[in-house]
């Protein structure tokens, strides 16, 4: 019987591949034999994943009729020998990979993985049978690199579970008291493609000239010390320490909490292969405002104020202080984002990745 | 500008109007020029700064060439593959040894002084003033971006220098229109209202001897110096500070110590315990409440243990003032009561503070009495209400 296995390279918890993984699997375990197997598994994961080395075991007979499907990240020289040799059909689920260059002032090594990872991708591009990617963008660069056979199926995480996350009242009354006046959000790591820099700047201009009581929140962990400390001297240097709060990770009770605090979601990102958090804000009701680039547009649809990605921070800040104080333009965004939302049932993408390898297999 | 919930925006539109917001108030001056371009700048400028070199090899280098081995001919081996090999290496040694074991001992010395030359090298790349060096110019060069920023703020911009400018001259000008600037000298208004210096002598001979002891005197509002004049008369040095230039003048022409100025600050500026006796003499009615306060405090101070503070103010107990003589000043701002008068001094610290009843309405105002016991009695209360004395004197003693 036809196994289909998930390979990722790294099983972490609370890791955005590894969930997809997770919540794909009782799908493909529908379908016939099916494990997950990782080169690195975190403690807490090894209940779940396997070592690559453990299919070597299995069964020889038939292994040419087997699927394996690649969740392609960051490089992993080891896992690519493994693919291109191996009998096994490949397919390739692309996440999209961060863009090498912007990370190579701040942590060097870091780049070289992302490039190698992007230099993965396109390696493997003659092997892969079938490439599924988040989104027409990311597929777009999948073509580009030489894939032939490329659909869209993103993998959504389930956030309809962070709608109805239970948030503690000591939690959403010190996001509620935060601060008097509007909140802007963006939910995010702190990396520089997600551009927090800019996101800083429209701060300054927005509560400078334009709603001295408006505070950008920014959510999400920082990766890289180095960044964090870059953008942390910007906000102070600004003098925007009242008007800026970082929060670095939070628990999904705290991002539900911020969510439902915040009077709109602004996303200055350079590159998103899907904007998760975008779909986030749309769920809790929040007009978004983010700059047109990457998959950003597609995600967004009609539902958010789109800005010209050449736009500089004083557009951004009158875009956002527009939304603020234009109640019907507010209403409208929120109308339209929660219509928007039909196109992001995550059951509904799990089935229709499912059905793209139900159909390669026969 | 909004649009209908219902049908989707033409969010091209949209952007087009807020670009033209942008530009609209870069014209008006609300954003600075260059803003963006300043922010990105300095942005890229803390970024850079934190790129540092990077020092976590340092310790390793360092330790290898502090743990080079001692240099030895003991380290060069003698075996030989050839029959004899090993004796012959030995011979050669020892007719080597001394110029071998010289060269040693001066390649030994220069490898301990580059040793020690590496290890201080690594201390000052240690050093954080190294870093702190580029990091204070980097820093100097985004404060001088930001002041320029700023002075590139046009002055004429909302909120700007320029307006702040305009409403404090309109605020200066109003407060100059309500200025009081008699068209009268007050000279002549005294010489009309108060008497004749002469009788204004009179009138306050009796509070001289109070400051027998008690010189020098400050004489805060001391007019034309009549009671200067009478001080000198007595022996005691009098000095008076006052606020109208032409009587100030005028005193100083008959040779009295009178200067112009504010009481309050010529108070303020005197040596704490440096005065014996302070007078105010029809002054304190045209202070507003807490220049009254300020006073007593300051008199706490500037008059020295055991000195005199003398006052004489309307008696706001007499009615009879405010149809006479109080509202003819229109400079006079309240009368004071004086059980406060006494009251503020005794807090604030004097020993003894004493009032004294002065000027009685002229015998002729006075009601007088007809003879009936009960209508008497009437009359009586209603002089005491109404033909008090008209003015009051605290006497208090620091």
């Known amino acids: ?362 | 500008m909004s649009s209908s919930p219902d049908e989707t925006p033409d969010v091209d539109a949209l952007v087009d109007r807020l670009r033209s917001t942008v530009e609209a108030r870069r014209k008006e001056g609300l954003y600075p020029a260059g803003l963006e371009d300043d922010l990105d700048a300095h942005f890229r400028r803390v970024a850079a700064h934190r790129v540092e070199t990077d020092l976590s090899r340092l310790d390793e280098l360092v330790e290898r060439v502090r743990s080079l081995p001692g240099l030895s001919t003991e380290r060069i081996p003698l075996a030989s593959d050839l029959p004899g090999g090993a004796s012959l290496h030995r011979a050669l040694a020892r007719l080597t040894d001394r110029q071998i074991q010289g060269v040693l001992e001066q390649v030994q010395e220069a490898v301990s002084v580059l040793q020690s030359v590496v290890g201080e090298l690594a201390d000052a790349l240690r050093r954080p003033n190294t870093h702190l060096h580029t990091d204070l110019v980097g820093q100097v060069d985004a404060l001088q971006e930001r002041l320029a920023a700023l002075e590139r703020q046009p002055v004429d911009a909302p909120g700007g220098l320029a307006e702040i400018g305009r409403r404090l001259e309109r605020l200066e000008a109003a407060e100059a229109r309500r200025r009081f600037r008699p068209p009268f000298r007050w000279e002549a208004f005294d010489a009309e209202f108060r008497g004749s210096a002469e009788e204004i002598k009179t009138r306050y001979t009796d509070l001289v001897p109070l400051l027998a002891d008690a010189g020098p005197v400050l004489d805060i509002g001391c007019g034309r110096g009549e009671f200067l004049e009478l001080l000198g008369e007595a022996g005691i040095v009098g000095r008076g500070i006052e606020l109208d230039p032409e009587l100030a003048r005028d005193a100083s022409e008959r040779g009295l110590d009178v200067e112009v100025g504010d009481g309050l600050e010529v108070l303020a500026g005197q040596p704490d315990g440096s005065l014996g006796g302070l007078v105010l003499i029809q002054v304190i009615e045209h202070l507003a409440p807490q220049q009254l306060v300020e006073l007593v405090t300051l008199a706490v101070d500037k008059v020295r243990p055991g000195g005199k503070v003398v006052i004489e103010t309307p008696n706001p107990q007499s009615l009879y003032i405010f149809a006479r003589a109080f509202y003819l000043d229109p400079t006079h701002h309240a009368p004071i009561h004086p059980l406060y008068l006494r009251f503020l001094f005794e807090q604030a610290g004097f020993s003894a503070a004493e009032l004294r009843w002065r000027s009685p309405p002229p015998a002729a105002e006075v009601l007088a009495p007809v003879g009936d016991e009960q209508h008497d009695a009437n009359v009586e209360r209603v002089n005491q209400v109404l033909f008090a004395p008209q003015d009051y004197a605290l006497i208090a003693t620091r």
């Open chain 1, 1 to 362: 019987m036809t196994r289909i296995d998930q390979l990722v390279v790294s099983a972490v918890p609370g890791d955005a591949i590894t969930t997809a993984a997770l919540e794909l699997q009782p799908l493909l375990a529908q379908m016939g034999p099916s494990g997950l197997y990782a080169r690195y598994i975190h403690p807490d994961m090894e209940h779940r994943f396997e070592f690559p080395e453990a299919r070597a075991a299995l069964d020889p007979t038939g292994r040419d009729r087997d699927v394996i499907v690649y969740h392609a990240s960051i490089g992993e020289p080891t896992l690519r020998d493994v693919l291109l040799r191996g009998p096994e059909r490949l397919v390739v689920n692309y996440h999209n990979v961060s863009p090498a260059e912007v990370f190579r002032p701040f942590d060097a090594e870091f780049a070289g993985r992302l490039e190698a990872g992007r230099e993965e991708v396109a390696v493997l591009a003659g092997r892969a049978v079938l490439a599924l990617a988040n989104s027409a963008y990311s597929a777009a660069e999948l073509t580009a690199v030489g894939y032939k056979r490329v659909r869209v199926a993103p993998l959504l995480p389930d956030w309809q579970r962070l709608l109805s996350a239970s948030v503690p009242t000591e939690v959403q009354h010190r996001v509620d008291t935060f601060a008097e006046g509007p909140v802007v959000l963006f939910v995010g790591q702190l990396l520089p493609h997600k551009r927090p820099d800019f996101l800083v700047q429209t701060a300054h201009v927005l509560t400078t000239y334009l709603r001295g009581d408006a505070r950008l929140v920014l959510v999400g962990a920082a990766r890289l010390p180095r960044y964090e400390q870059t953008v942390r001297t910007t906000v102070a240097e600004l003098n925007l320490d009242r008007y800026v709060e970082l929060t670095g990770a939070v628990t999904d009770a705290e991002l539900a909490a911020w969510y439902r605090r915040a009077d709109v979601f602004f996303s200055a990102s350079e590159h998103e292969g899907l904007g998760i958090p975008l779909i986030e804000a749309m769920a809790f009701d929040v007009p978004v405002v983010a700059r047109d680039r990457a998959a950003v547009p597609e995600t967004v649809g009609d539902a958010a104020l789109l800005l010209p990605g050449s736009g500089s921070c004083l557009l951004a800040a009158e875009a956002i202080n527009r939304v603020l104080a234009d109640r019907t333009l507010r209403t409208g965004m929120i109308e339209r984002g929660r219509a928007r939302l039909a196109d992001f049932d995550p059951a509904r993408s799990r089935a229709t990745f499912r059905d793209q390898l139900t159909e390669l297999v026969g």
